[in-house]
């Protein structure tokens, strides 16, 4: 069965809103998450890397100030989109680390009209 | 040095043929070399994985062959069927369950 659940899978959303997805580990506590962004026919980026209970470590060029990351317990972790505009229209992507394995969540697609 | 190169970017295979695609790495603290596949609309899943410390790992008809001094890696999936269509990705971290860095993608479309 699933080791991560994401929510929602897919969400429009109109231009200056903004938009929670989360991430979640159903059987087991993630010491690390991270989310990841991937435009169509391209590759993913590594957006963030969250720990639980601390802040996330955003990779270069992320605004942290637009996609908030909060990790507040061992199983949950969600990325919101602020102030979302058209650009940010992407496949977005968690992945949960479990002592040495990880898993990918199944992925949202956000469309910002 | 955290980049990870994959080609092709897009591949044609008959069904029944070998499906070959490449990766190559420049950070030698890379120990883990994970390929996942990915369906549109899916999240990726991981098809296998190998550490370093061997030159080739098969599972099925997919193998991933390692070659440590020349840092590259690749995918062959034997015997490939239309139900293999999708996008390939490699990938590399320092550990499995750290940060990985994705190669650009390959799309495999395989014909009946």
């Known amino acids: 069965g699933a080791v991560v659940s994401q929510h929602p899978s897919w969400v429009i959303c109109k231009s200056g809103t903004s938009v929670k997805i989360e991430c979640r580990s159903l059987?087991?506590?993630?010491?690390?998450m991270f989310w990841y962004r991937q435009f169509p026919k391209q590759s993913l980026m590594l957006m963030a890397t969250?720990?639980?209970?601390?802040?996330?470590?955003?990779e270069q060029g992320v605004e942290k100030d637009k996609f908030l990351i909060n990790h507040a317990s061992l199983t949950l972790s969600t990325l919101t989109v602020t102030s979302a505009h058209p650009e940010d229209s992407s496949f977005y992507i968690c992945r949960i680390s479990v002592n040495t394995e990880a898993f990918f969540g199944q992925g949202t697609r956000l469309t910002v009209v | 040095q955290q980049q990870v190169k994959q080609s092709p970017q897009s591949l044609i295979v008959q069904k029944g043929g070998i499906s070959i695609i490449n990766c190559a790495y420049e950070n030698t603290a890379f120990d883990y070399f994970p390929w996942y596949q990915q369906f549109p609309g899916k999240g990726p899943a991981l098809l296998i994985a190998?550490?370093?410390?061997?030159s080739e790992k098969k599972e099925g008809r997919f193998t991933i062959s390692f070659n440590k001094s020349a840092k590259q890696f690749s995918l062959h999936i034997m015997d490939s069927q239309p139900g293999d269509s999708a996008t390939y990705f490699c990938?590399?971290?320092?550990?499995?369950?750290?940060?990985?860095?994705f190669g650009q993608g390959t799309e495999l479309s395989v014909k009946p």
């Open positions: 990938a590399a971290s320092r550990n499995q369950g750290g940060k990985l860095i």
């Open positions: 969250s720990n639980e209970g601390s802040k996330a470590t955003y």
């Open positions: 059987d087991f506590q993630a010491t690390t």
């Open positions: 190998i550490r370093p410390d061997v």
